[in-house]
């Protein structure tokens, strides 16, 4: 069925091509996959950047393992020693900024961010959400769009904006939902296609920045 998966825009890497490297802090809450997506890219030579920093926010994310193998520098900054979202976002701003970061990937960062972290990177944030946008927005996208009974799914990646799952749309892919599919083998079948498509999403927001 991967032949029936929609992509938009269609563009190859060849018109991607950035002059100047980019310099990414990845902010993630589990497995990492996407963010070996991203740096896949970078080592393949597609993506034109450096991770500078993996941010992780839960003791267990797998993340840590997954950016140390890449030997990249990883930093736990939990929410739950926080007071509120701002003071924590405050943290991750100085965290960011402390490795030079320029663009900020959030890649299954499972937190609500709020103005002080995307005012200090003013269009320059990144989030890739497992649904078509602006449908099923928030938490567990996949079984919204499911219990919704639609028939095509997918992903998109986005430039972040305060309300959650909101912004200027990069890029998407569609997805067939098939009979008898439950949350985790639709998952399964989107996630191809987010690390397919983030990557080429902060190629298309530099270019356009
Ligand atoms: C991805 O499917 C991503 O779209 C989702 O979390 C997963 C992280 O997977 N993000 C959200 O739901 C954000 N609202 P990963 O840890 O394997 O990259």
Known sequence: ?????????????????????LSLGV???GKGSNFIAVADAIAQGKLNAKIQVVIYNKP???????????????????????????????????TLKAHQVDWVIMAGWMRVVTPVLINAFPDHIINIHPSLLPSF?????????LNAGVKIAGC?????RPE?????????AAVPVLEGDTPETLHQRIQPQ?????????????QRS
């Open 1 to 21: 069925m991967t032949d029936s998966v929609i992509i938009s825009p269609q563009v190859s890497w060849e018109e991607l091509k950035l002059s100047k490297p």
């Open 27 to 29: 902010m993630a809450s």
């Open 60 to 94: 267990q994310a797998k993340v840590k393992e997954k950016a140390a193998e890449f030997g990249i520098p990883t930093v736990f900054c939990n929410h739950r020693d926080y007071a509120t979202r701002e003071e924590f976002d405050q943290v991750l701003v100085e």
């Open 137 to 145: 927005k928030g938490i567990n996208g996949v079984e919204s769009a």
């Open 156 to 160: 998109t990646v986005h430039l972040v």
């Open 164 to 172: 959650v799952d909101s912004g200027p749309i990069l890029i998407q």
């Open 194 to 206: 987010e690390h397919h498509i983030l990557p080429i999403a902060i190629a298309l927001a530099a």
